[in-house]
C-alpha cells in the first residue's frame, strides 16, 4: 500500500524559511513525478513545485526565486526549501507521488505565516 507522509510545517513569521520533507512507500515500481500541492482556505488546491526522477523541475510562478524542489530517489523522499516566506503563502502543503500514472497524495501539513 503506497504512503506518503509529511513533515515539517509549522507556524513561521513573514520572511522566515521552512523545510517540508516527504517520505513516500510501497510502491513497487518507483516515484516518477513527485511533488508539492497547497490548499488555502476556501480555494483549490493547486501545484506549487514538482519534480520527475530524473531531477526535471516545475514551479509555481508565485514560488520561483523563493522555494527549491529536491528529492533523493534512493530515499523515495521529496523535499520542499521554503525562503522568504509570505502571509499568502499559509496553506495546508500536500506531497503528490504519481506511480504509472495514478496520483498518490499525503495527509497535509499547515504552513502558517504570520507575525
Known amino acids: 500500500q503506497v504512503q506518503l507522509v509529511e513533515s515539517g510545517g509549522g507556524l513561521v513569521q513573514p520572511g522566515g524559511s521552512l523545510r517540508l520533507s516527504c517520505a513516500a512507500s510501497?510502491?513497487?515500481?518507483?516515484?516518477?513525478?513527485m511533488g508539492w500541492y497547497c490548499q488555502a482556505p476556501g480555494k483549490q488546491r493547486e501545484l506549487v513545485a514538482d519534480i520527475t526522477s530524473g531531477g526535471t523541475t516545475n514551479y509555481a510562478d508565485s514560488v520561483k526565486g523563493r522555494f527549491t524542489i529536491s528529492r533523493d530517489n534512493a530515499k523515495n523522499a521529496v523535499y520542499l526549501q521554503m525562503n522568504s516566506l509570505k502571509p499568502e503563502d499559509t496553506a495546508v502543503y500536500y506531497c503528490?507521488?504519481?506511480?504509472?500514472?495514478?496520483?498518490?497524495w499525503g495527509q497535509g501539513t499547515q504552513v502558517t505565516v504570520s507575525s
Open positions: 503528490k507521488a504519481v506511480i504509472v500514472g495514478r496520483p498518490y
Open positions: 510501497g510502491s513497487k515500481y518507483g516515484f516518477y513525478v
